[in-house]
Each structure stands twice: as structure tokens, then as C-alpha cells.
């Protein structure tokens, strides 16, 4: 049996907030992933997200259960040696310009001064930072440490990437560089993990996502699942269409014997069979779904009520 590269069992953390108060920030928390897989990990504001990436990454301690990466306890370094990380808010030394930096990462990971310098390029490049790469680090803009973040995740090329919120603060076209890059890691055979609670992004790269609430698991689904039983109808563009049949499905015509109209999932078969039956036919069938976003929002908007209950 293949070792999962993050096995999460009944985690818990508390944390002292103010005046003492215990805040419960992650309760009974288990997620087990699967080699090779995207897995998104999706929470409102203050769900527990980086807590939890954090006590993978051995940066605080859970307060109760486990966190293993490929086996290891998420508490020893070793554990970390296959992992590309970025935190929430990535802050490097700024005095070092990218490349420097860069340096000191591949050094880190005990890399040899060739890979460094052939992967240092490499990863740069990837990222649209060639041309920054020898200006001092804080003359950076926002996304372009954000780039670095994620360039320095992939110099070692590890086998598990563990990424909080690996959009944050890019622009369109660096937003859909990280999703590229993600799919591409995927293609790879590599493992990822990231935050995010920009579901689009999610539903775009991911094949799974669990949902974290007040730290509370929710569920977790298997995206292409989620999005085929989200299919609640069709919108199609039909020629040849009897105005009978076209008024009870509430159509539009458009002129030229071209009708639009929106067909439920249960009704689809009988229109589509009705319609061939009589000389018409497709133009466009578009499906009409419950996105990630819908599912994410009943499901906290759910707990909300709970809460308030
Ligand atoms: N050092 C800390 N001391 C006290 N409470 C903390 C601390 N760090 C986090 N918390 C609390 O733990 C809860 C979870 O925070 P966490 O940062 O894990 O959320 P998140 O899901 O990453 O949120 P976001 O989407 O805003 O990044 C929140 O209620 C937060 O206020
Ligand atoms: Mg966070």
C-alpha cells in the first residue's frame, strides 16, 4: 500500500486569545489524501485553514491528534524533506535579490550549486521573474513576492506541494499561471494541498475538495461528481420547434425558426425525443449548474444557521 503524502487524524487545536479566552480552532479535523491528487481545501475566513497547514508544516503544535506527511510525523523535519511550501503571507529577506534567495532555498535542501543555478533559471522564468530577479526583494510588488512564493516551492521539486492561498494577491493573468502550474504539477504525478476560499479556482484544478467550518470538517467531494450532480437543466438552442411545445417549456424565439429555451434535467429526454421526432434539431445545449461556489455557500450558509439556531 502506497503511503498517503498527508494523513490528518483527529486534529485538534486551541488556541489563548484574548483576556485568556480559549479559542477552538480546529476540532477533530481528518483528511487523507491520495497520491497525485489536487486537494482543495476550502473555508470561510478564520475556519482553520492555516492551522492546519501550519501544524503540517511544523510551524505550531497541535493541541490533540496527528498530522503525518507521507508517514512521517508532520512534527519532525524529516517529514518536510519531499515539500514545497508557501505560506499565507510569504515574507523573504529582502535584502537578497530573487536569485540570492533562491540560493539560500536550494541550499537548504542540500541541492549542488549546478541544479541550483539550471533550476533557479528555470523556475523564474516559469514564474515571469527573470527580469526582477537580480533587484533586492523588497522592491517587489505584492504579486511578484507572491510569485516568488511559488517559485521557491518548485526549486527542489519535491513530491508534495502544500500551498495556503496560492492566488492571493495575483492579477488574472498570474492567477491562471498558478492554476497552470498546479494542473501541470498534477500531470507530474505530484500531490497538492491548498487553501483558498476562491471557489472558481477550486473547481478549475481540483479532483477534490473538503470544506472547513468554525473548525469543523464538513464533507469532502469529489469535483467532477459535485458538478455532474449539480445539473439541474439545459439551456438550448433548437430550430424547427412546434410553438406548442415551445410555450410550455416558457421558449423565446429568436427569428429565423431559432428558439431558446431552458429545459429541466427531468424533462430533457422527453423535449429532446419530442423535437427530433418532428424535424427540428440542436443548435447549442449548454448544461445549467450548481457550481462549486453555490455548493460551498449552502454548505456554510447551513452551518451559519446552525450557529444562530
Ligand atoms: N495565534 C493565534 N492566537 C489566537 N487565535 C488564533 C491564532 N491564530 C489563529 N487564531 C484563530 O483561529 C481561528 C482559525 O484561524 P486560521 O488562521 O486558521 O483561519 P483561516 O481559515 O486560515 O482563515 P483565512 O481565510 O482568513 O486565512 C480563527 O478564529 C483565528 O482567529
Ligand atoms: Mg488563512
Known amino acids: 500500500m502506497t503511503t498517503a503524502p498527508i494523513s490528518i487524524s483527529q486534529l485538534q487545536k486551541s488556541y489563548r486569545g484574548k483576556r485568556g479566552k480559549k479559542v477552538e480552532a480546529l476540532r477533530n479535523l481528518s483528511i487523507t489524501l491520495v497520491p497525485g491528487e489536487v486537494f482543495g481545501f476550502l473555508g470561510p475566513n478564520g475556519a482553520g485553514k492555516s492551522t492546519t497547514i501550519k501544524i503540517l508544516m511544523g510551524l505550531i503544535r497541535a493541541s490533540a491528534g496527528e498530522a503525518r506527511i507521507f508517514g512521517i510525523s508532520s512534527a519532525d523535519p524529516a517529514a518536510r524533506r519531499r515539500v514545497g ?16 534567495y533562491l540560493h539560500f532555498v536550494g541550499e537548504s535542501f542540500a541541492m549542488s550549486s549546478a541544479a541550483i543555478q539550471a533550476e533557479s533559471e528555470r523556475v523564474l522564468k516559469l514564474l515571469d521573474l527573470s527580469s526582477a530577479a537580480g533587484r533586492p526583494i523588497r522592491g517587489y510588488s505584492k504579486g511578484m513576492v507572491q510569485r516568488l512564493g ?7 521539486d519535491p513530491d508534495l506541494y502544500i500551498l495556503d492561498e496560492p492566488m492571493s494577491g495575483l492579477d488574472p493573468i498570474g492567477r491562471a499561471l498558478v492554476k497552470d502550474i498546479i494542473l501541470d504539477l498534477k500531470k507530474a504525478g505530484k500531490t497538492v494541498f491548498f487553501s483558498t476560499h476562491v471557489t472558481a479556482d477550486a473547481e478549475r484544478v481540483c479532483d477534490r475538495i473538503g470544506v472547513i467550518v468554525d473548525g469543523v470538517f464538513q464533507e469532502e467531494r469529489v469535483v467532477g461528481e459535485l458538478l455532474r450532480e449539480g445539473i439541474d437543466g439545459y439551456f438550448c438552442r433548437v430550430r424547427g420547434l412546434a410553438a406548442g411545445i415551445l410555450q410550455s417549456f416558457g421558449g423565446v424565439t429568436c427569428g429565423d425558426g431559432i428558439c431558446e429555451l431552458f429545459v429541466p434535467r427531468d424533462g430533457y ?12 434539431s440542436f443548435d447549442l445545449i449548454e448544461p445549467r449548474r450548481r457550481d462549486v461556489e453555490e455548493y460551498f455557500l449552502a454548505l456554510v450558509r447551513a452551518k451559519g444557521e446552525i450557529r444562530c439556531a
Do not use: C, V, W
Not at 150 to 156: E, K, M, N, R
Open 85 to 100: 511550501f508557501l505560506p499565507e503571507n510569504p515574507a523573504f529577506y529582502d535584502f537578497l535579490t530573487a536569485r540570492e
Open 269 to 280: 429526454d422527453s423535449f429532446a425525443s419530442e423535437l427530433l421526432k418532428n424535424g427540428g
Open 150 to 156: 511559488i517559485a521557491q516551492t518548485l526549486l527542489h
